[in-house]
């Protein structure tokens, strides 16, 4: 149910059921909705979802896209509903999140540590017995935690995927894989090998050239650890070879997706995530880069990511004070948007709930600082901004916005609302 303490509600409003919100008609920009707030352009989430879901088949690709993005399990089912293999989660309470909302296929992408972390993964099995949930590991140590927990607890066989990493976890070399494969195989079947896993943003500089140089040396020990697997478990058993992020995933089709075709048994799982919602900084500059190498191809041929992909999100904040030439303080602040990978971009202005007139340049208007519930911005000379507009906000970085809100706000290409999209980041 939508209540007036759930940002965007307007004031005295509510109980509403989820169901209803499209009835009430609401918009951001009409003075009704409490802002600041987040949105959705539901058209371009779904032009990306089934963008990236056509290029990931054409590539003979699966996906798992990640949930830790928006936390928000109708948007996951919405993307297996459209296609994608199953879904990928960081940690065993958002796998919790995702198993009771239905989705049953996990990729847990991440180290769950010690006997603590290996009993709750147990317990949570337990629970959902049915559930289809692949598990990294790293270390014999990491496989020795999980052994005892299932063996306690008696569970079906945990089907683990041997992590190999740079700059974050994951073994780092073929000999620290075969290890973690041998510890596994020692488990006496409590345990079942099922294939390895990556993440090569970790091995990501600034340097592009180095970039590729530390992604292509990864992809080779995700090769050598993958060929050690299959000799472990017979040349018949299922496999999957899963990496893959929303910047650099043609590199891993490039380098991991011949391993998997010449395998013939063995499935190659991409976990993008933040590309089906996309951005006005980090992720438009990544997929500048990945147009600028020609890594996204369509039909066989290089087609652009940049033109394809459109950003979703927005934020939308009343303009509270114009206290100096130059200077707008807008309802927006730390507590509501991104700002570890640039701030807000200005997009456009609102009066009375009407377009006003769109941001082209920085000179025009540009977000100079945030406080905690105000953002400062830099205005042009001539500037139309007034006390009371309501301004539009492009977003950098998905995942560090998304987290700041219990409710996304499913909006039109009108900008009014269809859909709210509750979220679970504890």
């Not at 009704?32 to 058209?43: I, W």
């Not at 976890?169 to 896993?197: F, H, K, N, P, T």
Request: hydrophobic letters at 50%.
């Amino acid at each position: 149910m939508l209540h007036d303490g759930i940002r965007g509600v307007p004031p005295g409003a509510g109980p509403i059921p989820l169901d209803d919100v499209a009835a009430q008609g609401w918009h951001p920009a009409e003075g009704a909705m409490s802002l600041p707030v987040l949105t959705l352009d539901q058209d371009a989430f779904a032009g990306n979802r089934a963008l990236m879901l056509r290029y990931a088949a054409e590539q003979g690709a699966a996906i798992a896209p990640h949930a830790k993005t928006p936390m928000a399990p109708a948007l996951a089912a919405s993307l297996v509903a459209a296609g994608a293999w199953g879904t990928t989660v960081a940690d065993i309470r958002q796998a919790a999140v995702m198993l009771r909302a239905g989705l049953n296929r996990l990729i847990l992408a991440n180290q769950v540590g010690g006997p603590g972390g290996a009993r709750r993964l147990a317990r949570l099995h337990e629970a959902y017995p049915r559930a289809e949930l692949y598990a990294f590991v790293d270390s014999p140590e990491a496989v020795a935690a999980l052994d005892a927990a299932w063996d306690e607890a008696r569970l079906a066989p945990l089907p683990v995927v041997v992590e190999v990493g740079a700059g974050r976890a994951g073994a780092r070399d073929l000999a620290a894989a075969e290890r973690v494969i041998a510890a596994v195989q020692a488990s006496e079947g409590r345990l079942r090998l099922a294939g390895v896993g990556a993440y090569e943003g970790a091995a990501a500089t600034a340097d592009a050239e180095r970039t590729r140089a530390a992604i292509a040396d990864l992809a080779v020990v995700a090769a050598e650890a993958f060929g050690k697997v299959r000799a472990a478990v017979g040349p018949q058993a299922p496999l999957i070879l899963t990496a893959g992020g929303s910047v650099y995933f043609d590199m891993i089709v490039q380098h991991l997706g011949p391993v998997a075709a010449a395998d013939g048994k063995a499935r190659l799982v991409l976990r993008s995530g933040a590309i089906f919602f996309h951005d006005h900084g980090i992720y438009r500059r990544g997929l500048a880069a990945l147009d600028a190498r020609q890594g996204f191809r369509l039909g066989g041929e290089p087609a652009s990511a940049s033109d394809g992909f459109r950003p979703a999100l927005r934020i939308w904040a009343e303009v509270l004070s114009r206290p100096a030439p130059g200077l707008a303080i807008c309802g927006m602040g730390m507590r509501d948007v991104s700002f570890d990978q640039d701030l807000p971009t200005p997009l456009r202005l609102h009066r009375d709930g009407r377009p006003l007139a769109s941001f082209a340049r920085p000179e025009e208007a540009r977000v100079m600082k945030l406080n905690d519930q105000h953002g400062f911005l830099a205005l042009g000379a001539d500037s139309p901004v007034a006390v009371g507009d309501v301004i539009e906000f492009g977003i950098s970085h998905p995942c560090t916005c998304l987290d700041r809100w219990r409710m996304i706000w499913g909006i039109d290409g009108q900008g009014r609302v269809q859909a709210a999209y509750p979220t679970c980041f504890g």
